[in-house]
Every structure is written in structure tokens, then in C-alpha cells.
């Protein structure tokens, strides 16, 4: 065996703490390594060239890259050197900064000691790796998109507009997501009315579209590029092959519950369309609160009215199952409940409310017709005060990150509240104002000359009631002085949250979420559309919250990765399944038990175990399993291992 | 468990721990430590594995009769499993393996189980810290006190 070790400095990365000669020294003497050679980084071209030349000139038959993790530069050095021949399996990474020198910056020694074990460990790994080819296996070319705001909306047209089917599945009763809630939209002040309800309707029109409404993803199995989906599909008590979308059940409907689409501004009935412009606009009783639902019988008034003959109250939720050959994730955000907030008398106060609600009350199709009222008594609010950062940047209370779109809609609710109360006053309280995008900080320019707002710098310490009044007490940092306002409507801009359910819907995917529940993406700054299970994407505010503007330009993003991967017919799978030694099984079926994927059968005619590549996903439980090491893992053997924790665990 | 292992004049104890990660959870919770640069004692020694439930009982005892003085397995939380249920599977086999390791003499504290997800950097850190800790608490591995009788 002819082994190639390369130690990357990556700059002063693994250079400034660990002891490059040192390294190379000690690999050099450990058997089978031939060459040894650093260079400062390794991932650059003249790195990857060195890598290939020696290759050739050593006629090296293994190498091991000694630089950052294998999920950052794996891929890069297989295909380096499979340029020049030599099989991509035949090539290991040994992680000495993230494992070595970044953790024990303060000891060297130590670190240095511990990337020489680990680059031998992997040495004695690659001597034993076999060549391998790529399995190739066949694709459905379909996608699923789950959630359907804009980003769903957005990445379900890119992909079908390609000529690929989509399914996309959506939980509540519309399509439309929080966008459809906005009044206006920053920093053009276009209505969400003009410009998502068209995407909405082509979304419904669509051939290549199957828009599931009110489903849920409820089961995932399968891998990248055969997916296999369960789709619960919820009762909606309607017909909506009849229902045409009337109203005139709601109309009559005697049940009255707080509208979520208005976010408690409003009330809707029992059975409701979520908004005029709903798509699929058509009508759903809410099980939790029909009189006919809740108490089986009476009522029915729905039924007796619906001139379609719509309404089954015997409705049963139905499972579906579609095949897709890869997913993508869309399920946006949410905000902060402000009742959490109890310093600022959220929950308390009818007049302190989240700016989700303050848009609804600005929206001109909203519950007000967009005549700017305040909850508790109707009266038009002559001074408001927006609270930035309610819930954001504060570690040490609730979430450490700034929630990115608050400075911008704060700005622009202060201007439409300036248009629909021109004798109002806005101040507003901010740490910072963040304007970073195109036409953002002119945007922000605008608001402060026509909205005549009075930006305060400071936090709001709290706000309570006195005398009937809303007395905001904060701090004007640039003046070092209190300020008391007394306000007649408190808007605060609550921090952006993961959906509800994110975590769960993460567990069925098999994704990760990060610390707060944002979807983890495969490298933040490379990989920001992809998870870690090839196949599945995130497009929009479910990876962390973003604008409009950036979720859109994300969620095709999303599309083109999922339009990539489905380009071909068949894609190229991990060849790291497990064999069987036919001369050692005995047919005990042990494996047969510890696989999760029924991938392994006991021959009946020969009595030894046999694999379906095509099911095997390579986790490894049967070698685990195994009494005789007759089953095994592709390169991951017994053998290597057994020769690495040699190596590991001696002192 | 010895209360106090480093006794005058004599070098400190460096214990050598070898950690099987899982590379879908833990591998990456341990990238993510360094990334940030997180500081944690260089004894714990890693392999990348596919799946914690790819651990077979023998690869935990050859660590130990190799002289390891401590184990660590680092598997996704129960219910995050990347190939569903395989740390359930290493859950249930680090039970069988405590058992084998009181019978050779080994205290069973030496072997660790730990769920650690890619975020969870943080995690991994304390764990290095206070993982390394114990084991050097509780001294060498007896076993290799045994091979140089």
C-alpha cells in the first residue's frame, strides 16, 4: 500500500496551533505512508494540483487529507483525485482543525499529539477501503413542498413551470401564509392582495400542481430521490368538489370563534373561509366548535342553507401516499405570543398588541376596512408606540438574535399610520435600525420625513396602566434622559419564532433544527438550501427568518436544487451498504432483526443472509448484530476499526 | 472513586478516552465546538461513525483492552435517529457492554452514553470537560495496571 498523506495549514488555522513538522515527522514513519506533504491550503487549486501530481508521481494508491471537517471538503478531494484515476474511496480526511487545532488552541502540544493519532487512525482506515463505484439508482421525478406561503408558493411554481410535478401540502385551509396577513409590503408599499394573489391562483391552476390544503405531512421513509410520503388529509366536513365558495354557510352559521387569519382582531364563524381571496376558496368547518361537530346532532343550519348541498358532516380524514423524489421545506415562522411579554403588558392590555395584529388593523381588506382603531374601545389612537426588539436581542429574557424584519415593517406601520391618522403621532423605540437591502435605508429616509416619527433610542422598561392610560416608560440613550409617553395604542414587534410543529415535522423528515428550532441547513454559509439528508430542502424563514425579498430568492434557490437533483432520470447513491461473507453467515437472522429497513432476507435455500442494496441505507446495525462478522459495512469493516482504536486508544 | 488521584511530585494523570460519534449528530456537534472555539481538554480521541447503532459491544472493549481509561458514544436524541431507531439499538447494547465490563473489572462509569445533537456544541464541550474529568478522577484503567503485573 502506497499511502499519500497531505497536512493542510489552512492559513494559520491549523498552522498557529498545531506542530506541522512534528506531524509530518511521526506520520511518515507509520507504515504504508510513502509520501508526506503540506501546504498552506490544501482546498485551493494549486493545493488540489499538488495533491494530483504526487498521485501520479508516487504512484500513490491511498490518501489522506489532513485539513476541516469531511462534511466541508470531502466531496472536493474525492473528485480531485478521482480526476487523475485513483477511485474516490481510496481517499479519507483526517479532521485536525475542527477536532484538533481549533478546540485546544491553548495547548499544542496536546493538540499536536492528538492529529498525529487521528491522521494514523485514518491512514489505517484508507489502507483498508475498497474502490467503489456509485450505485445508480432510478428517481421520481416529482417534489413535494411543504408549506404553502410564499416560499412554498414560490418553489412549487419554479419546479412546475420546469414541467415537474409538485405536490404541495398545506396545513391550514388556504394557501397564502403570513404574507397574505401583511397590509403593505416594504419598501415599495405594494399590497399582498396585488402581488401574492395572483402566484395564489396560478398556484390552484396550475397542471403540474396537486395543492393539498389543510394536510398534513404525517410520514417520511425512503431516501434521496425515492421518498415515500404519507399526507394526512384532514376533515374539512365540505365537499369541495361542490362547495363553490358562497359564504353563505358562514353567513348563517350561529358559532363565533376569534379569527387566526386576523390574529384575534376579528371573529370568524364555525365554518369559514379563511380570507376573500383564499385559495382553494372554499369552505371548512372547525371541528372544535360546530354545535353539529362537538354535540353530534342539532344545528346544521350550514346544511340547510348551502345551496350546493355541500356539507358532509361524516367526513373522515384520509391518508394519501405519493412518491417524490425530493422535498422541500417551507414552513416559515411565527411570532412571539405577546402575552410572554408581561413587562410590556401584553395579553393584559386590549391596546398593546403584536404588529402582526397592527397589520391587520392597517390592511385595507382587513376587519377595519383599514381605518386605523384601537381594540378596547373603537376610538382612532392620536398616539402610538412602537416597541422594536420586544422579545429580540434580549439573551438574557428571550431570544439572543435580532429578528431581522422588524426595523423595516416598524418603519413602514408608522408611515401607513401616519396616511390613516394624519393628526397621529408615532414614536418609536429602537437599539439599532437595521436597513440592509436595496432601497431599504431610502425607504427608512422616507419614513422619517413623511411620517414625522420620533425615533427614540433606548428600550422600554415597562408599560402599565394609569388613570386609563397606557404610560410607557423608557430610556432615550443619546440623551441619557426618562422618557413617559402616554400612549393610546402600544404596538410591539414581537420576535420571529420557529412554525408550530417545526419539531415534529423535523423528527418525521429526520432533519435537525438548530438550538431554537430554525431548520438546521448543511453549512450556513455554502449549504444554505440543503439539510443533512441529501434530497430534502428548506426553503424561506423556516432556516431563520428573512423578508420577503430574500424568500423568494431562497425558495428558487430551493427549486433549482430540487430541479438539479431531478434533472436525470437516475442519480448516484453512497455505495456504503452492507455485504455478506457467504462462507462465515450461518443464517442466524440477527441481522435480519436489527435492520430497520427489511433490506436483509435469509436466503431459504442456502440459509444465508442476503442484502437488497437498494433498501440499504448503510446505518451499520446489522454488522453490530452480527455474531461472526460475516455481515459488515463497505469500508467500514471490523478490521479498520479494530485497527483504529488501536491507534486511539493507546497512550 | 480514589478522591484524590494526583498525589505529590508525581505528573498528573492524562486519561485517554476513545469516542465513537455518530457522523449525523455528534460529529457535527463536535465540528461545531471547534468552530466556534469552544475549549475542551484534547483526551477524548473520535471516530466518525455512521450511526451510533453501528457500535458493536467488541469495538468498546477492544478500546479498553487496548488501555483506554474511558469510552464515549455520542448518538442522536431519542426520536432523531437518522436511519430511525439505531440509538435505540446502541442503547440497549451499552447496557450488555456495562455488564461484560463489571465482570472483567472495569467500573462501569467508564463507558458513556451521551445524545448529542448537531446544534448542540455546546453540549459536546461540557460533556469533553466533564467526561475527562471524571476518568481522570477516577484514575487508569485497571486493566492496564493488570497487563504490567
Known amino acids: 500500500m502506497r499511502v499519500g498523506v497531505f497536512v493542510c495549514h489552512c492559513g494559520r ?9 512534528k506531524i509530518k515527522e511521526e506520520v511518515a514513519k507509520h507504515s504504508g505512508v510513502v509520501h508526506v506533504e503540506d501546504y498552506i491550503f490544501m482546498c485551493s487549486d494549486p493545493g488540489q494540483k499538488l495533491i494530483r501530481d504526487r498521485i501520479k508521481e508516487k504512484n500513490l494508491d491511498a490518501v489522506v487529507v489532513s485539513a476541516c471537517s469531511p462534511s466541508l471538503h470531502e466531496k472536493t478531494f474525492r473528485n480531485n483525485a478521482a480526476s487523475v484515476g ?16 481549533w478546540p485546544h488552541e491553548g495547548k499544542p502540544e496536546e493538540a499536536t499529539e492528538k492529529a498525529i493519532k487521528i491522521i494514523k487512525a485514518t491512514v489505517e482506515k484508507v489502507k483498508s477501503n475498497i474502490p467503489l463505484e456509485p450505485l445508480s439508482v432510478p428517481v421520481t421525478r416529482k417534489v413535494l413542498v411543504i408549506g404553502g406561503g410564499i416560499a412554498g408558493i414560490q418553489a412549487s411554481l419554479d419546479i412546475a413551470n420546469a414541467g415537474l410535478e409538485v405536490y404541495l401540502v398545506e396545513k391550514k385551509p388556504s394557501i397564502g401564509g403570513k404574507m397574505a396577513q401583511f397590509s403593505e409590503t416594504f419598501p415599495t408599499l405594494d399590497c399582498p392582495q396585488c402581488i401574492e394573489t395572483p402566484k395564489m391562483t396560478e398556484v390552484a391552476n396550475h397542471p403540474n400542481i396537486h395543492l393539498y390544503a389543510y394536510s398534513e405531512v404525517v410520514d417520511v421513509s425512503g431516501f434521496v430521490g425515492n421518498f415515500k410520503v404519507k399526507v394526512k388529509r384532514k376533515a374539512t366536513y365540505v365537499d369541495w368538489n361542490k362547495c363553490t365558495g358562497c359564504s353563505e354557510c358562514a353567513k348563517v352559521c350561529p358559532v363565533k370563534v376569534s379569527s387566526e387569519y386576523d390574529v384575534g382582531v376579528s371573529q370568524r364563524k364555525a365554518i369559514y373561509i379563511m380570507f376573500p381571496q383564499a385559495v382553494p376558496n372554499k369552505a371548512t368547518i372547525d371541528p372544535e366548535h360546530c354545535l353539529r361537530l362537538v354535540y353530534g346532532k342539532g344545528c346544521g343550519l350550514c346544511a340547510k342553507t348551502c345551496p350546493a348541498g355541500a356539507i358532509n358532516f361524516e367526513q373522515k380524514e384520509k391518508i394519501e401516499e405519493i412518491d417524490v ?17 408581561t413587562e410590556y403588558g401584553g395579553g393584559k392590555y386590549k391596546d398593546v398588541i403584536s404588529a402582526l395584529q397592527f397589520e391587520r388593523i392597517l390592511a385595507p381588506s382587513g376587519p377595519t376596512g383599514g381605518k386605523v382603531v384601537r381594540p378596547s374601545d373603537g376610538k382612532e389612537p392620536k398616539t402610538v408606540v412602537f416597541v422594536q426588539c420586544a422579545g429580540s436581542r434580549d439573551p438574557e429574557h428571550y431570544m439572543p438574535y435580532c429578528s431581522k424584519v422588524c426595523c423595516m415593517y416598524t418603519a413602514k406601520q408608522a408611515l401607513l399610520y401616519k ?140 427549486a433549482a436544487k430540487a430541479l438539479s437533483l431531478l434533472s436525470r432520470n437516475r442519480i448516484e447513491r453512497e455505495p456504503l451498504v452492507a455485504e455478506v461473507n457467504e462462507e462465515i453467515c450461518s443464517g442466524c437472522g440477527n441481522c435480519v432483526e436489527a435492520c430497520t429497513y427489511q433490506a436483509i432476507k435469509i436466503d431459504p435455500e ?4 442476503k442484502i437488497n442494496t437498494a433498501l440499504c441505507e448503510g446505518c451499520g446495525a446489522c454488522q453490530a448484530s452480527c455474531p461472526s462478522a460475516a455481515i459488515q459495512l463497505t469500508n467500514s469493516y471490523k478490521k479498520q476499526l479494530f485497527e483504529m482504536i488501536s491507534i486511539l486508544a493507546k497512550e | 472513586m480514589a478522591e484524590k488521584s494526583v498525589e505529590e511530585g508525581k505528573e498528573k494523570f492524562e486519561p485517554v478516552i476513545v469516542g465513537f460519534f455518530c ?55 431519542l426520536g432523531e435517529c437518522h436511519y430511525i431507531n439505531g440509538n435505540y439499538k446502541a442503547q440497549t447494547r451499552v447496557k450488555v457492554i456495562k455488564e461484560v465490563m463489571k465482570s472483567l473489572g472495569l467500573e462501569e462509569e467508564r463507558l458513556r452514553l451521551e445524545w448529542i445533537s448537531t446544534s448542540e456544541g455546546l453540549k459536546f464541550a461540557e460533556v469533553a470537560n466533564e467526561f475527562t474529568e471524571q476518568i481522570r478522577r477516577m484514575g487508569p484503567n485497571p486493566l492496564k495496571k493488570l497487563k504490567r503485573e
Not at chain 1, 422600554?460 to 416608560?473: F, N, Q, R, S, T
Not at chain 1, 442456502?606 to 443472509?609: H, L, P, S, V
Not at chain 2, 480521541?45 to 487496548?66: H, N, Q, T, W
Open chain 1, 13 to 21: 488555522n491549523i498552522a498557529g496551533t498545531l506542530n506541522i513538522e
Open chain 1, 86 to 101: 485513483l477511485n474516490p474511496y481510496k481517499v479519507e480526511i483526517a479532521n485536525i482543525r475542527e477536532w484538533a487545532s
Open chain 1, 325 to 341: 423524489g425530493a422535498i422541500i421545506v417551507a414552513t416559515g415562522f411565527d411570532v412571539m405570543d405577546p402575552s410572554l411579554l
Open chain 1, 419 to 558: 396616511h390613516a391618522v394624519p393628526n397621529g403621532h408615532a414614536y418609536v423605540f429602537y437599539i439599532d435600525v437595521r436597513t440592509d437591502g436595496k432601497g431599504y435605508e431610502e425607504f427608512y429616509e422616507r419614513v422619517l420625513r413623511e411620517a414625522e416619527a420620533t425615533y427614540l433610542r433606548g428600550k422600554v422598561a415597562e408599560i402599565y396602566k394609569e388613570d386609563g392610560k397606557l404610560k410607557v416608560l423608557g430610556v432615550d440613550t443619546l440623551t441619557g434622559k426618562g422618557v413617559e409617553i402616554n400612549a393610546d395604542l402600544v404596538v410591539l414587534a414581537t420576535a420571529a419564532v420557529p412554525s408550530e410543529g417545526i419539531k415534529e415535522l423535523a423528527k418525521v423528515l429526520r432533519i435537525q433544527t438548530d438550538e431554537y428550532g430554525w431548520l438546521k441547513e448543511a453549512h450556513l454559509k455554502l449549504r444554505p438550501l440543503e439539510t443533512a439528508t441529501s434530497g430534502i430542502f428548506i426553503a424561506g424563514a423556516a432556516q431563520f427568518i428573512r423578508d420577503i425579498t430574500d424568500t423568494v430568492s431562497h425558495a428558487s434557490g430551493a
Open chain 1, 606 to 609: 442456502t440459509n444465508i443472509a
Open chain 2, 23 to 77: 457522523r449525523w449528530c455528534t460529529s457535527e456537534a463536535a465540528d461545531l465546538a471547534g468552530t466556534i472555539r469552544l475549549q475542551y481538554p484534547p483526551n477524548i480521541r473520535p471516530i466518525r461513525v455512521m450511526c451510533s447503532g453501528f457500535i458493536d459491544p467488541i469495538y468498546v472493549l477492544k478500546a479498553f483492552l487496548e488501555g483506554a481509561d474511558g469510552v464515549l458514544i455520542g448518538g442522536c436524541h
